[in-house]
């Protein structure tokens, strides 16, 4: 099964995004806990390519696809923004987050710590993140 939701990028609609996730995942995933870590990660990755990628500019937009098979989800949620590179990216260790008070900057982390598999690409103007989650075995 395959379901789209286009949102342009203000963080007001990062709330749209987790309804429709929610929505559409509750008639396979009987899990609320498994459901609610999905979320998390994809509204994770969402708000990082509205706010950092697109700079909460409304006239840009975000796509997310959803394809739900038997045994998983993939989630592809792609734009046209500034294009990240994963391969800069350094995961910050939690003792360092705590000592600086820092805000932020552990969202991949878990993102990568909740899904199977993350996956970024970049095609000619085209940013692509990939999530993969197997479903749990009932």
Avoid: W
Wanted: glycine share 4%; with cysteine; aromatic share 8%.
């Amino acid at each position: 099964m395959k379901f789209n939701l286009k949102v342009y990028c203000e963080k007001t609609r990062l709330k749209d995004i987790r309804e429709f996730i929610t929505e559409k995942l509750k008639a396979y995933v009987h899990d609320d806990l498994e459901i609610n870590q999905m979320v998390l990660a994809v509204d994770e990755i969402c708000a990082n390519l509205i706010i950092h990628s697109n700079y909460c500019n409304a006239n840009e937009a975000i796509n997310l696809e959803v394809f739900v098979e038997k045994d998983g989800v993939t989630f592809e949620i792609s734009d046209e923004g500034e294009k990240f590179d994963i391969k800069k990216y350094k995961e910050p260790s939690i003792q360092e987050v705590v000592q600086t008070k820092k805000k932020g900057g552990i969202g991949l982390m878990l993102v990568r710590r909740i899904m199977d598999k993350v996956e970024f690409t970049n095609k000619e103007e085209k940013n692509t993140c990939i999530l993969h989650k197997r479903f749990k075995s009932e």
